[in-house]
């Protein structure tokens, strides 16, 4: 097999950066598709990445649109003949308690971090299928798994997340595509940052290990499930949480 091509939304985040060199460390062509609108953070992004040269590139996109993750996704394909990898890492907060949440505040998180899922794997699963072979990793979060106070959007729309890796997983496993969810708990990245600290340190005292989470660590899960001998993984949902929540 060649270069394989991977697309990672949110791929200037925290976490989105991250797993841009893991993939690249392992030989794969990646592009990096975020928000056009953050110039300091895509300068950095690049500055981050420069030594990557070619094989890490930003392209601007907002997963709120359909019809522009079709066209990122056809153009991809068109210049590199494939795209073999998709993660959907693109993700926001808008903490509050339900009895505060207004629509807007509900409505952005579902459209994000769930609608985005929809919008990307809708538009990639048809060529992955016809050609035998494809890996997409969704990130979603231990607050799906447990739910947290003040997130009733973000647990939904990341349990949902794990609910759709699921379904999709069936439809696609004869195919050679493999769907999985990683789910991160608390890491050292500005989502987690811009917590109210007391909050966070209250929460950094429960994890078992005793810290915050390296965005390395979980990049490199998702280096290990989009590999071509991870075929046999499909449907999983892998945490990874320092032990703050433990399952069978
Ligand atoms: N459990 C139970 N009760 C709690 C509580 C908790 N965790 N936190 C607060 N309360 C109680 C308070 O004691 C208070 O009680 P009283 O009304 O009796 O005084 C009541 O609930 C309201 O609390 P606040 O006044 O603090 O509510 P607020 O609206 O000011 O703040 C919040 C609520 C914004 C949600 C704040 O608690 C918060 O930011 N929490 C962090 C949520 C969180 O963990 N976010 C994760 C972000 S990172 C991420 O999402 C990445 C990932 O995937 C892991």
Not at 59 to 88: K, M
Not at 102 to 108: I, V, Y
């Amino acid at each position: 097999m060649g270069k394989r091509v991977a697309v990672v939304t949110g791929g200037i985040g925290g976490l989105g950066t991250e797993i841009c060199k893991h993939l690249a460390d392992s030989g794969c062509v990646v592009i990096a598709a975020d928000l056009a609108s953050r110039a300091e953070r895509i300068e950095a992004f690049r500055a981050e990445v420069a030594a990557y040269g070619d094989a890490i590139r930003f392209e601007p996109l907002d997963i709120a649109d359909f019809d522009a993750c079709a066209a990122l996704i056809r153009n991809v394909q068109n210049e590199f003949g494939s795209l073999d990898i998709l993660v959907n890492a693109a993700g926001i907060t808008r903490d509050t308690t339900l009895r505060k949440m207004t629509a807007d505040q509900w409505h952005s998180v579902l459209t994000i971090n769930l609608d985005g899922v929809f919008n990307m794997c809708r538009n990639v699963v048809d060529s992955m299928c016809e050609r035998g072979y494809g890996r997409i990793v969704n990130i979603s979060s231990v607050n799906g798994q447990t739910g947290q106070f003040g997130q009733t959007n973000y647990a939904a729309a990341k349990a949902g997340m794990h609910g759709f890796t699921m379904a999709l997983a069936r439809e696609v496993a004869r195919k050679g595509v493999t769907v999985n969810s990683v789910s991160p708990g608390y890491c050292k990245t500005a989502m987690v940052m811009s917590m109210p600290e007391n909050v966070r340190t209250q929460i950094v005292a429960d994890i078992p290990v005793g810290r915050l989470g390296e965005p390395s660590e979980i990049a490199r899960v998702v280096d290990f499930l989009i590999s071509p001998d991870s075929g046999f993984i499909t449907g999983a949902n892998i945490p990874v949480n320092g032990g703050y929540f433990m399952d069978f």
